[in-house]
Structure formats: C-alpha cells, structure tokens
Nanobody, 122 residues
C-alpha cells in the first residue's frame, strides 16, 4: 500500500485545515487508518485513528473536539479535519495504514505516507 499525504501548510492560530491521505495498491477498505504527527525534536505521537468502515474513531486528548478523522472508501482516502488550530499543533503529519484493530501505537501500522507539514503561527 502506498500512501500520499497532502493538505499541509502555514496557517494562523484558530484557523482550520484539512489533510488528505490517498492510498493505492491495496484494498483500502480493509485497513485501519491513523494520523500521527511529529514535531521537531519529539517522538511521533498519535493523533487519531479510524476503523475500516469508519464506524470507530479515537483521538488523542490533545486534539479531541478540534480534529475529526473520516474516510471515503470509494475514493481510497482518509481525511483529518483540523479546527481551532494551535501553535502546538505544528508538526509533520503522517498517515498510516494497518491491519487489525484500531490503535494509537505507531508499531501497529504497517504502511506510512511521506508526511505533510503543518505550521501554525501564533
């Protein structure tokens, strides 16, 4: 499975941004999808995850209520809608695909996109 993340950019605090992650080369609907992020000098951290049919979603406490993950299996794409962005949301955002149950652990995701940079100015 190949993943291509896009939609990052430079925004101001309070703005919204939507990230997309397009998948190819596999049966997209069979994968749990997740979004993670990595700020400079920090480890990759969990943002949100969504089950294969979109019925189950989980979020990190830091983004709960502001970010929404969704997927369109007809377009082989997962989205991350980010609202009320804060400076601390600045990071490279990665999408991952994995088999099995939804997870907040990077090791449970087998495939990764290249990342898209989100910079939030305060």
């Amino acid at each position: 499975v190949q993943l291509q993340a896009s939609g990052g950019g430079l925004v101001q605090a309070g703005d919204s941004l939507r990230l997309s992650c397009a998948a190819s080369g596999g049966i997209f609907s069979s994968y749990v999808m997740g979004w993670f992020r990595q700020a400079p000098g920090k480890e990759r951290e969990f943002v949100g995850t969504i089950g294969w049919n979109g019925g189950r979603t989980y979020y990190a406490d830091s983004v709960k209520g502001r970010f929404t993950i969704s997927r369109d299996n007809t377009k082989n794409t997962v989205y991350l809608q980010m609202n009320s962005l804060k400076a601390e949301d600045t990071a490279v955002y990665y999408c991952g695909a994995g088999k099995g149950a939804v997870s907040n652990r990077p090791r449970n995701f087998d495939y990764w996109g290249q990342g898209t940079l989100v910079t939030v100015s305060s």
